[in-house]
C-alpha cells in the first residue's frame, strides 16, 4: 500500500519562502510520477509541479520559475522549494502519485491513484 506523508507547511509573509516534504513508501512500480497539487478553499485541486522515476519534470504555467521540484531517491522524498511566494499561493498542498507516466507529468487530477493527506501553506501579504 502506497502511503505519502507530507510536512514543511506553514504561515510565511510574501515574498517568503517554503520547502515542502513528502515522504513516499509502499510502492513497488518501477515507473511512476510523483506530482504536487494544491487546492484553495472554493476551487478546484490543480497540479503544481510532477517528476517522473526518469527525472523528466512538468511544472504548471503559474509557477513561473518559483517553485522547484525534486526527489532524493535514497531517501524516498519528494520535495518542493517554494520562492516568492504570493497569498495567491495560499492553499493545502498534497503529494501524489501514480504510474501512469503520460498522465501524470500532465498534471492530470484522475490520473493519480495515491494521495497525503496534505499541509496547509499561508502567505500573508
Known amino acids: 500500500q502506497v502511503q505519502l506523508v507530507e510536512s514543511g507547511g506553514g504561515s510565511v509573509q510574501s515574498g517568503g519562502s517554503l520547502r515542502l516534504s513528502c515522504a513516499a513508501s509502499?510502492?513497488?512500480?518501477?515507473?511512476?510520477?510523483l506530482a504536487w497539487f494544491r487546492q484553495a478553499p472554493g476551487k478546484e485541486r490543480e497540479g503544481v509541479a510532477a517528476?517522473?522515476?526518469?527525472?523528466?519534470?512538468s511544472y504548471a504555467d503559474f509557477v513561473k520559475g518559483r517553485f522547484t521540484i525534486s526527489q532524493d531517491n535514497a531517501r524516498n522524498t519528494l520535495y518542493l522549494q517554494m520562492n516568492s511566494l504570493a497569498p495567491e499561493d495560499t492553499a493545502m498542498y498534497y503529494c501524489?502519485?501514480?504510474?501512469?507516466?503520460?498522465?501524470?507529468?500532465?498534471?492530470?487530477?484522475?490520473?493519480?491513484?495515491?494521495w497525503g493527506q496534505g499541509t496547509q501553506v499561508t502567505v500573508s501579504s
Open positions: 509502499g510502492y513497488t512500480y518501477r515507473k511512476y510520477c
Open positions: 501524489a502519485e501514480t504510474s501512469d507516466i503520460s498522465g501524470g507529468l500532465a498534471l492530470g487530477v484522475p490520473y493519480f491513484d495515491y
Open positions: 517528476i517522473d522515476s526518469d527525472g523528466a519534470i
